[in-house]
């Protein structure tokens, strides 16, 4: 975090650089050409080219035998349990970290359900969207953090409060019986007195929300922060002037979106038309 402010760039993680170069490094020593590897690990030079510079994540099968026909001992192989699939995104990290110590949390979604608040059906079919696609083994880890994610709802002394637009509530992103289960998932979560949910619903005209989500957090020492994410990057940012306007806004689309009690009602209505 630097100046209050960390940008994440969705670069590589150190990991995979570290150990393609190490591939690279162990490869070049023992005389082993890059296509000889390649083709010993049924993967295509450019595919092993890409792992050695760290643009890709250097697969097991090329760990294995590029320990064995180059000698390593199992150092290379060494570095499989370092190259297990990131949980979230990596422009996304520093934000999930501080999100674990917030004592509140105030956001709005314009575009679909939260993923604090998503069934598993949504959060596979929105991970399954991934482009480009996900492998795996990642997907599945992906779906396991963020339902994890979900267990700070159950933190009592963290206050939530989730104002989504009526377009993310109808837009459905799995099939009607799966998509009123999430309706009724909303109802279930947001029942407990420190979670809020609140509708946008459609006819308010212009609100700040329409400028994009975001995320507002206050950690214990009375900390605030902002995040905004989009395709390819995530923002999480402490400057007060930043945060200030944040925070207008927040409190400008509160006065605009349905109250608790209106937005469960409504939410009630969706899932009974369905």
């Not at 082993?32 to 097991?60: C, H, I, N």
Request: glycine letters at 8%; hydrophobic letters at 35%; proline letters at 6%.
């Amino acid at each position: 975090m630097t100046n209050g402010r960390v940008n994440g760039t969705g670069s590589p993680p150190p990991a995979w650089e570290y150990c393609g170069n190490q591939i690279k490094l162990w490869r070049e020593r023992a005389g082993v050409s890059r296509e000889d590897l390649a083709r010993r690990a049924s993967y295509s030079y450019e595919a092993v080219r890409s792992m050695e510079r760290g643009v890709r994540k250097p697969q097991l099968a090329v760990l294995q035998v590029a320990d064995v026909v180059c000698g390593a001992n199992g150092i290379l192989l060494a570095a499989a349990p370092y190259l297990k699939p990131e949980r979230f995104p990596s422009y996304s990290q520093e934000f999930m970290e501080t999100e674990t110590s917030a004592l509140s949390h105030s956001s709005y979604e314009g575009e679909f359900i939260p993923g604090l608040l998503q069934t598993e059906e949504t959060v596979r079919a929105m991970l399954h969207a991934h482009c480009p696609p996900l492998e795996d083994e990642t997907l599945e880890e992906r779906v396991k953090a963020r339902l994890e994610r979900q267990n700070l709802l159950r933190q009592q002394t963290k206050a939530f409060n989730f104002v989504i637009s009526e377009t993310a509530l109808r837009d459905r992103v799995v099939n009607a019986e799966a998509h009123k289960a999430q309706l009724n998932h909303l109802l279930s979560v947001g029942a407990p007195r420190n979670v809020t949910i609140q509708v946008m619903p459609h006819g308010r005209g212009p609100h700040p929300g329409r400028l994009g989500p975001y995320v507002l957090l206050e950690t214990s020492g009375h900390e605030y922060y902002g995040y905004e994410e989009g395709q390819t990057t995530g923002v999480l940012y402490a400057d007060p002037e930043k945060l200030s306007v944040l925070r207008q806004r927040h409190d400008m689309i509160l006065r605009q979106a349905l109250s608790p009690g209106e937005s469960l009602r409504f939410i009630e209505e969706l899932a009974e038309e369905l």
